[in-house]
């Protein structure tokens, strides 16, 4: 089976997942086909060459400057209705991107995404539009990156009913308490951060903790199928002693919470470097999921198995 998918979106993640793919185009019988790879700088789509196209980003900064192909500067719509992929792959951090996901979903197409805000902010109405239109929605790696508590939550967990979850879900702040843990000032814990690709565009999201909210709303919209009533927020630009301090997401029916808290020294959420993990108690079960929660190549593989999920049409009942 051919899949014809456009990336938009060719930073740290994109160009990981481009690797990806051409390392292995075929997998399950579906045949991957990149027709379009879209940065700020514009679209290239047709038959180009997928790394040489991650060469050029690489060393000049903008696809736009990939020579012999045409550079096209799409609206989000026209790169739907032009190019109509069978797959949209954001690996965007544009936080809009929802209304693009809706133009997809609305074509039949189906939508992968390890972009947070638009699904924290328009789950329901995106499920309901993929269901309409019998298409898939896919978004494992906007949390825990491609340590899957998604598939976990949608798909292993659907008969158990979730009582709570805490989870450590941003890299970036653990690095840093980490790293201020071994006595570095949190400006030099930043800077080192930024040279990992963990941190968001805007890093004040992963310091102020919303990156880490996002993600706490996404897990409770999986888990409850609506958006929580109560929601707490701190970051951790006040933590003056970082030992055993790490960011918290608590998740519970009605409520997300995300602050920092120290914890005990035997703690399972006492991750550290990049390492995220959950604590997930389930009417019968209590689980402890751990594993890397950044980067671009452990991102991506998230992505690419969500894209071999969506050409599959895996169901997601939630
Ligand atoms: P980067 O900042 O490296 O790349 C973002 C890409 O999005 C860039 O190529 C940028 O274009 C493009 N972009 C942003 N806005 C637009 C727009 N309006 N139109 C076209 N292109 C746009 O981010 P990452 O690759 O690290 O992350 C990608 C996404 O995955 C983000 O949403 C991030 O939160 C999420 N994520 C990242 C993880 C990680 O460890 N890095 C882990 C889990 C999720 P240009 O290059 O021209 O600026
Ligand atoms: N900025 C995010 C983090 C990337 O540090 O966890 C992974 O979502």
């Known amino acids: 089976m051919k899949v ?9 993640v994109g160009r990981a997942l481009a690797e990806i793919i051409a390392e292995k185009r075929k997998v399950f019988g ?24 991650k060469e050029v ?27 109509k992929p069978d797959i949209l792959v954001d690996v965007s951090s544009w936080d809009d991107a929802h209304e693009m996901y809706s133009y997809a979903l609305a074509e039949g197409i189906s939508v992968v995404t390890s972009n947070k805000p638009p699904i924290a902010n328009h789950y329901d109405e995106l499920i309901t539009l993929a269901r309409e239109n019998g298409v898939g929605i896919f978004f494992e790696s906007t949390v825990m990156a491609g340590t899957p508590i998604i598939g976990l ?12 979850m805490e989870a450590i879900v941003n890299a970036s702040t653990t690095f840093i308490l980490t790293r201020m843990e071994n006595g570095k000032t949190f400006e030099e814990a930043m800077e080192e951060a930024r040279t990992l690709g963990i941190l968001e565009e805007d890093p ?5 903790g919303i990156d880490a909210y996002y993600k706490a709303k996404i897990l409770h919209w999986v888990s409850y199928g609506e958006q ?6 701190e970051g951790i630009r006040n933590v003056k002693d970082a030992r055993n301090v790490r960011l918290v997401a608590e998740i519970s029916k009605g409520r997300i919470s995300v602050a920092p808290r120290k914890l005990p020294d035997n703690s399972p959420l006492l991750v550290s470097e990049v390492e995220n ?35 599959l049409k895996f169901p997601s009942p939630r």
């Open 204 to 208: 004040s999201k992963d310091i102020d």
């Open 30 to 53: 579906v045949e991957l086909n990149v027709v379009s790879i879209t940065d700020r700088s514009g679209t290239i789509w047709g038959d180009f060459d997928l790394l040489e196209a």
């Open 228 to 233: 929580p009533e109560e929601e707490e927020r």
């Open 153 to 164: 939550l949608r798909e292993n967990l659907l008969g158990e009913e979730i009582v709570k």
């Open 4 to 12: 014809k998918v456009s990336v938009f979106g060719f930073g740290t």
């Open 277 to 311: 993990a959950a604590l997930i108690k389930t009417e019968n079960l209590t689980l402890t999921l751990k594993g890397p929660g950044g980067g671009g190549k452990v991102t991506a593989s998230g992505v690419f198995t969500d894209i071999i999920k969506a050409a």
């Open 57 to 83: 980003k690489e060393s000049t900064g903008k696809l736009s400057n990939i020579g012999e192909y045409e550079v096209y500067d799409f609206s989000p719509q026209e790169l739907i209705e032009e190019v």
